[in-house]
């Protein structure tokens, strides 16, 4: 989390990440038993979006501020006429499913030891 994001946003992230805590056990429980080709493509996608938000090359760049995972999420809620989001609850859940995206290490800046776990995947 350190390499991710420093000071105020440091704070904003934990917060929003403890807020997000309750989901999450359904969620991974969820995630585990669906179908791994599913999962895979929303990961591709998160990915690629994160670069497009970013305005980067890589899918490995600091996220810097909370923001991006509002962002994420927003794209993949369904909207209204208006383009508002539908339902608040369904925004809730699918941040937490992209914090947990985040934490599977699959965007943002990797540690050393991250990235050696990864080459000897």
Excluded: W
């Excluded at 420093?6 to 704070?11: H, R």
């Excluded at 699918?94 to 030891?113: D, R, Y």
Aim: glycine content about 6%; some cysteine; aromatic content about 10%.
């Amino acid at each position: 989390m350190d390499l991710n994001f420093n000071g105020q946003a440091k704070l904003d992230f934990i917060e929003v990440y403890k807020e997000s805590r309750g989901m999450m056990n359904d969620i991974q429980r969820y995630m585990k038993e669906c179908n791994q080709g599913k999962i895979q493509s929303l990961i591709l996608k998160t990915r690629s979006l994160f670069k497009e938000y970013k305005e980067v090359d890589s899918h490995r760049a600091a996220i810097e501020n909370i923001d991006i995972f509002v962002r994420l999420a927003e794209f993949f809620v369904p909207k209204d006429g208006n383009g508002n989001t539908k339902n608040g609850s369904y925004l809730a859940h699918t941040q937490a499913i992209i914090i947990l995206i985040f934490e599977m290490c699959e965007f943002g800046l990797l540690t050393e030891e991250e990235i050696q776990i990864r080459l000897l995947m």
